[in-house]
């Protein structure tokens, strides 16, 4: 299975590409797995990214998540780096 993941910023800069595709196992007849286990998926298949999986939050559906969250198919899912302003 697979979850289609969105970027932005210093990771889509990385990339050179807007989204990336990460291919997981699925342990649920749900086909889902936690936000964690995306950022350590896109860690290990796109190991330019890693630095930026290890220090960025996933928002599904334009919400932030932690990384317990499941993740069910379909949704939408984006990896968000650190930001600041002022």
Known sequence: MHIDI?????PRAVAG????RVEF???SESG????GEVKRLIADQYPELATYAAQSR???DEAYVT?????DLGQRVALIPPV???
């Not at 590409?17 to 990336?20: A, E, F, L, M």
């Not at 990384?67 to 993740?71: N, S």
């Open 32 to 35: 889902s797995c936690d936000a």
């Open 6 to 10: 969105e970027l932005f910023a210093g």
């Open 17 to 20: 590409v807007d989204c990336i």
């Open 84 to 86: 600041s302003g002022g």
């Open 67 to 71: 990384d317990d969250h499941v993740i």
């Open 25 to 27: 196992d699925a342990t």
């Open 58 to 60: 996933l928002a599904i």
